[in-house]
């Protein structure tokens, strides 16, 4: 995943450094943009809504602690940044994502950035059990599914999927305006998931049965689609495919 990020630092220089670090040692970060001072960082934090934020703790017009003040009905994870040793670095580190002494040492902000992003996929694996658990509540046709590309991760309806076919280490996902998704999940992980109208036909495919226009008998015989697609099914997946299609 990408982290979106923010700089904010009054030196010129020291922010130029930390964005050529971050370029060459930290690929997960995708910086948005740099700030000079604590005013200029409010603004940029509201509009641009980033991840996290690299902080200088001693700027102009206010430090790093009346940013955050300022901000805290906005959720990101920050990193505090500084020249500062008097600070504290155990009550930091309580309550910020890390706290790095300037000059910065490489090893130590690539560990910071990956604390980061272990949590950010906490957190992202609890908004996809928040879906899960809201789809306990909705109605049949309305419910979603999360699905982590290799940019992030989608929500779609599972209305709206015609077929999955595995892909290796991923699986692909056909969906009904003609689009398809690379999902970074196997194949096994969505015949868990995804109940009727879903189907097993193969250990390559589960498909839509909302979508199935006829069926071919063979061993296993072949499934086409109403997009035009013909899919196999094994002869182990053949009878639980007729049972659930009521032959």
């Known amino acids: 995943?990408?982290?979106r990020s923010l700089i904010v630092d009054d030196e010129p220089v020291a922010r130029d450094v930390l964005a050529g670090y971050l370029s060459k040692y930290c690929p997960a970060v995708e910086l948005t943009g740099q700030a000079a001072n604590t005013k200029e960082a409010i603004a940029l934090i509201r509009e641009l809504r980033p991840q996290l934020v690299f902080l200088d703790v001693e700027m102009p017009y206010g430090n790093a602690f009346d940013l955050l003040e300022a901000c805290k009905d906005l959720?990101?994870?920050t990193i505090f940044i500084t020249a500062f040793a008097e600070y504290s670095i155990k009550a930091l580190?309580?309550?910020?994502?890390?706290y790095i002494l300037k000059p910065i040492d490489i090893a130590e902000l690539v560990l910071a950035v990956n604390k980061v992003q272990e949590t950010l996929l906490q957190k992202e694996s609890f908004s996809r059990n928040q879906v899960l658990l809201e789809n306990l509540k909705k109605q049949p046709g309305t419910q979603q599914v999360v699905l982590p590309t290799l940019q992030g991760f989608d929500v779609i309806k599972t209305a709206s999927i015609v077929r999955l076919q595995a892909k290796g280490n991923f699986t692909e996902v056909f969906l009904t305006d003609g689009t398809r998704k690379l999902i970074c999940k196997f194949l096994k992980h969505f015949d868990d998931i995804l109940d009727d109208p879903f189907i097993r036909v193969h250990r390559?495919?589960?498909?839509?049965?909302?979508f199935i226009r006829s069926y071919s008998k063979?061993?296993?015989?072949y499934i086409t689609l109403?997009?035009?697609a013909e899919v196999e099914v094994s002869a182990s997946y053949k009878e639980q495919l007729l049972k659930r299609l009521g032959l």
């Open 1 to 3: 995943m990408k982290i």
């Open 93 to 98: 580190n309580g309550s910020a994502a890390y």
């Open 218 to 221: 063979g061993a296993g015989g």
């Open 75 to 77: 959720v990101f994870e």
């Open 204 to 210: 390559s495919f589960i498909v839509n049965r909302h």
């Open 226 to 228: 109403e997009d035009g």
